[in-house]
């Protein structure tokens, strides 16, 4: 771990202040908050500044949540981040998504031929960080403009996250491990 969540006694106002009005008052300190939260209030002029877009793609995105989940854990597979795929499995089985299913995403490999599009976006936008007119216009077939917007931000977005947990070191929370 190259940084460890912020101990309990540096958690003054500024770092409290990051993440009002983005976590419920009771998760606004160093045992609610998990660990990467807590790592990265380590910076909070950051964490506020990040946590508007983190939000709308977790919560307003107009991307399915089901896509947005599948899209994620490609992503945290890819990128060899265990708190990522650990956090984000938690969130895709409470949409549903099955062991199975969670599984299959490891080989980008989806039983709905939509889904398994996506999957393969994402490691286009990997591996040549755009897409090609032929995907972007395969998507456009259930996705309208917005939501391929939506998609290329939380693929983008997730790569950033991922990359920062894998270097920091952020450890997964005690009720993921």
């Known amino acids: 771990m190259r940084l460890a969540p912020l101990p309990a006694e540096q958690w003054d106002d ?3 202040g990051s993440l009002r009005g983005f976590l419920p008052r009771a998760r606004q300190n160093p045992d609610g908050a998990g660990n990467a939260m807590s790592t990265m209030v380590h910076h909070p002029a950051l964490t506020k500044a990040f946590m508007p877009l983190n939000l709308h793609l977790l919560f307003s995105s107009t991307l399915d949540p089901r896509l947005r989940e599948l899209a994620i854990l490609r992503v945290a597979h890819r990128r060899e981040s265990p708190y990522e795929w ?3 499995t938690s969130m895709a089985k409470m949409l549903g998504v099955t062991d199975d299913e969670i599984e299959s995403v490891r080989r980008g490999e989806a039983a709905d031929d ?3 599009l996506v999957l393969a976006a994402v ?4 591996d040549n960080n755009g897409l090609t007119d ?3 216009t395969a998507l456009g077939e259930r996705l309208d403009e917005r939501q391929r917007m939506d998609l290329i931000f939380t693929v983008g977005t997730y790569n950033m996250l991922a990359m920062a947990f894998n270097t920091f070191g952020v450890q997964l929370d005690k009720q993921e491990r």
Do not use: I, K, N
């Open 14 to 16: 500024e770092v409290v």
């Open 134 to 136: 032929e995907t972007w």
């Open 86 to 88: 650990a956090h984000h």
């Open 123 to 126: 490691d286009e936008l990997d």
């Open 114 to 116: 939509f889904e398994r």
